[in-house]
């Protein structure tokens, strides 16, 4: 079975909390995907948009398809997010075959990593002709770390500012994926409080402290989006039959401050698996799942947290690069791998570590460093 089949879970009894992982393993019955039904759509509202969501929304970066994305809005998903630079720079293009005829049905975020208030304009026209739209309704500033001049810079909010007054976009967010929490709270404190979204990497091995934050932005009224909900989304053998989408898309919405999740999905298995969490409630079946699968993935789950950078005394970026690797191994994505790691610098690239003698950095979470590299190496460089 394809590790993303549809598996509809049914567990003997009520004996499961008793039975432990082999003996809940040997109860469930899987479902053929034959029998799958799609479910009511369950919207939340985006903060302080006002925009009314599905929880399960469409991350559109691999999806090479158009029509899985039209199945998806045809059985009320109404939020895509996609960025130019996912699929080799024809992500958004995908993105626009799905919405012909359904634009007003289904609202669209896309991303800018500009730097400067030209390169804002630009980049919001590129996309807007990509989509073949006039609008977008959530512009985002790409993959912000934390102290990152972007997010505070008067001339891309100037910049932003005559986009919405022009009509070309609607709402401001950021995402992030590195220091997090960090970000989470420079939102809120921004006296201005200026952006209205925020897509942030969160699921079941995310920190408290990330959970606060998000907490305090959703409070704030900023609409907050998880991505990066699987950990990785690792193959395993540990858990048999099982997948562990839909338990840990299951941890992250039984979070009542986020919004929505958008899984990235391939095919019509993937929109299937993922869509179906629509209503369900996270249990203990799912809480045994994702115990299984934290521990098979521990080895190589990287948080993407950048702690170990300052133990490096080449200045590597070690999060970049196994953010790339995940991509690449995890996502099966050589394209999004490759577009990752080609933005680092060579000077702080996996190469660096072959002039190094020994590897003296350190994770805070156990993982190997030097092997990491050692693979991103064989993979990407
Ligand atoms: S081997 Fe380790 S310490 Fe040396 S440059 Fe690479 S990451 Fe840094
Ligand atoms: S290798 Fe470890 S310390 Fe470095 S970013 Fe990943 S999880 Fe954090």
Not at 56 to 70: C, H, K, N, Q
Not at 108 to 128: G, M, R, Y
Not at 261 to 282: N, T, Y
Request: include cysteine; charge should be positive; aromatic fraction near 8%.
């Amino acid at each position: 079975m394809n590790r993303r089949e549809f598996l509809k879970i049914s567990v003997a009894g009520t004996t499961s909390a008793l039975l432990g992982w082999e003996g809940v393993a040997g109860a469930i019955q899987i479902a053929s995907s034959e029998s799958f039904v799609f479910p009511a759509p369950v919207y939340r509202t985006l903060g302080r948009t006002g925009l009314k969501i599905t929880m399960i929304s469409f991350g559109a970066m691999l999806t090479p398809e158009a029509e899985v994305m039209r199945v998806a809005f045809d059985h009320g998903v109404n939020y895509v997010d996609t960025a130019r630079r996912y699929m080799g720079g024809k992500n958004e293009e995908i993105v626009a075959r799905a919405l012909q005829g359904k634009r007003d049905k289904v609202y669209v975020a896309t991303k800018t990593a500009a730097k400067s208030k030209q390169d804002v304009f630009k980049d919001v026209e590129t996309s807007l002709k990509a989509l073949e739209t006039d609008y977008v309704d959530v512009i985002q500033l790409h993959n912000i770390t934390g102290k990152d001049d972007r997010m505070l810079s008067p001339e891309i909010r100037e910049a932003l500012v005559r986009l919405r007054e022009q009509g070309k976009v609607r709402f401001f967010g950021v995402t992030t994926h590195k220091n997090e929490a960090e970000v989470l709270h420079a939102l809120v404190d921004d006296k201005a409080r200026f952006f209205d979204t925020v897509l942030v990497k969160f699921n079941f091995k995310s920190d408290a402290a990330t959970t606060q934050a998000i907490a305090r932005a959703a409070q704030a009224n900023i609409g907050v989006i998880a991505m990066k909900t699987q950990a990785g989304g690792y193959e395993t053998d540990a858990l048999g039959p099982f997948s562990p989408h839909q338990a840990a898309l299951k941890w992250v919405l039984q979070n009542r401050h986020i919004t929505a999740a958008i899984p990235g999905m391939r095919d019509i298995s993937h929109l299937r698996e993922d869509i179906a969490v629509m209503g369900m409630k996270f249990g203990y079946l799912d809480h045994l799942i994702l115990k299984q699968y934290g521990a098979a993935v521990q080895p190589y789950y990287c948080h993407f947290c950048g702690k170990c950078e300052a133990t490096c005394p080449y200045d590597v970026e070690i999060s970049t690069i196994n953010r790339s690797l995940m991509y690449a191994e995890a996502y099966r994505s050589d394209a999004l791998a490759q577009s990752t790691y080609r933005q680092i610098p060579v000077s702080s690239s996996a190469s660096v570590c072959l002039s190094c003698s020994e590897c003296v950095a350190k994770c805070v979470n156990g993982l190997d460093i030097s092997v990491k590299m050692a693979r991103a190496r064989k993979l990407l460089a």
